[in-house]
């Protein structure tokens, strides 16, 4: 069965920098057709995609964000880590992770579709 | 960035309805949209991804479609699980945007 969970702080103050883990199980982030993203949602509002990693290590993050994001991973550990800087209320969220699938499209193209979520880890920057 | 719009950003609807969501990219993305649920205080589920395929398991009334900027998630009878919230997203290029979600509600 595959799964993947977060894990954090509840709470965080402002300027602190926030560390995420996901913990995945059922598939390997060796496999070159799989990938963790970092999604959030404030309360009330959208979803908003934050980052993602792959096998080879390739990593993309959202353009708003990107200054202040490091995803990684710990192959060995079965996790993924994201890292925020200088955190502000307004990043208060819920935070998720998901398995992201590649899916061979057309010549050099690919499908990614994120198709395995954890449950979400609501974090709340206060002073 | 790529933006998606979705509308309407809501709707009211009656069980047995045959309802439309439609998703709009700021530019071509071909058929790299994908198509999520999300109930309260519950995580996004996939329905759709590559524009039309339906994710194993989501049941056959949901269906999707896609002409490379404007996309549509169909319910062919609406069911009473199936209030919630549906987001598009692009998958074409990074940043993989969202839309910003259509609510569907009980008429």
């Known amino acids: 069965q595959v799964t993947v969970k977060e894990s954090g702080p509840v709470l965080v103050k402002p300027t602190e920098t926030l560390t995420l883990t996901c913990t995945v199980s059922g598939f390997s982030l060796s496999n070159a057709r799989m990938g963790v993203s970092w999604i959030r949602q404030p309360p009330g509002k959208a979803l908003e995609w934050l980052a993602d990693?792959?096998?080879?290590?390739?990593?993309s993050y959202s353009t708003s964000l990107k200054s202040r994001l490091t995803i990684s991973k710990d192959t060995s550990k079965s996790q993924v880590v994201l890292t925020m800087t200088n955190m502000d209320p307004v990043d208060t969220a819920t935070y998720y992770c998901?398995?992201?699938?590649?899916?061979?499209?057309?010549?050099?193209?690919?499908?990614?579709?994120?198709?395995?979520w954890g449950k979400g880890t609501t974090v709340t920057v206060s002073s | 960035d790529i933006q998606m719009t979705q509308s309407p950003s809501s709707l009211s609807a009656s069980v047995g309805d045959r309802v439309t969501l439609t998703c709009r990219a700021s530019q071509n993305i071909g058929s790299y949209l994908n198509w999520y649920q999300q109930k309260p205080g519950k995580a996004p589920k996939l329905l759709i991804y590559?524009?039309?395929s339906l994710q194993s398991g989501v049941p056959s009334r949901f269906s999707g479609s896609d002409s490379a900027t404007d996309f549509t998630l169909t319910i062919s009878s609406l069911q009473p699980e199936d209030f919630a919230t549906y987001y598009c997203?692009?998958?074409?290029?990074?940043?993989?945007?969202f839309g910003q979600g259509t609510k569907v509600d009980i008429k």
């Open positions: 997203q692009q998958s074409y290029t990074t940043p993989r945007t």
């Open positions: 590559a524009a039309s």
């Open positions: 998901a398995r992201i699938l590649v899916v061979p499209a057309a010549m050099i193209y690919f499908y990614y579709y994120m198709d395995v």
């Open positions: 990693i792959f096998s080879n290590d390739e990593k």
